[in-house]
Nanobody, 126 residues
């Protein structure tokens, strides 16, 4: 079992930056990929990015490629999502996830990842 707790959500102005954190706990974390999804108001959840915990390789959804960066601190067991040049359409609840699939597979699979955090709200004002 993997336990995920997000933090760092806030109200920011368009063009600003924000870093989300996800504290990860559990066994055999090296077998997992961790990542981020989001759910904008009135929309479905969508994949943003993921990182293979053991190797650090990453995978991104096209809409956030180049603006968002996922990283992990294996000593602290924390996954980060650095978000730059934020836009009002980035307003959403952001979720940390973990799954035994690879980062690329998480981005491409049709099923929901196995483990989810409770979510953190990001609001971008224009």
């Amino acid at each position: 079992q993997v336990h995920l707790v997000e933090s760092g959500g806030a109200l920011v102005q368009a063009g600003g930056s924000l870093r989300l954190s996800c504290d990860v706990s559990g066994r055999s974390l090296g077998s997992y990929a961790m990542g981020w999804f989001r759910r904008p108001p009135g929309q479905e959840r969508s994949f943003l990015s993921a990182i293979n915990w053991n190797y650090g390789t990453t995978y991104y959804a096209d809409p956030v490629q180049g603006r968002f960066t996922v990283s992990g601190d294996k000593d602290k067991n924390v996954v980060y999502l650095e978000m730059n040049n934020l836009k009002p359409e980035d307003t959403a609840v952001y979720y940390c996830i973990a799954d035994l699939a690879t980062a690329r597979a998480i981005g491409q699979m049709t099923r929901s990842p196995a483990h989810w955090g409770q979510g953190t709200q990001v609001t971008v004002s224009s």
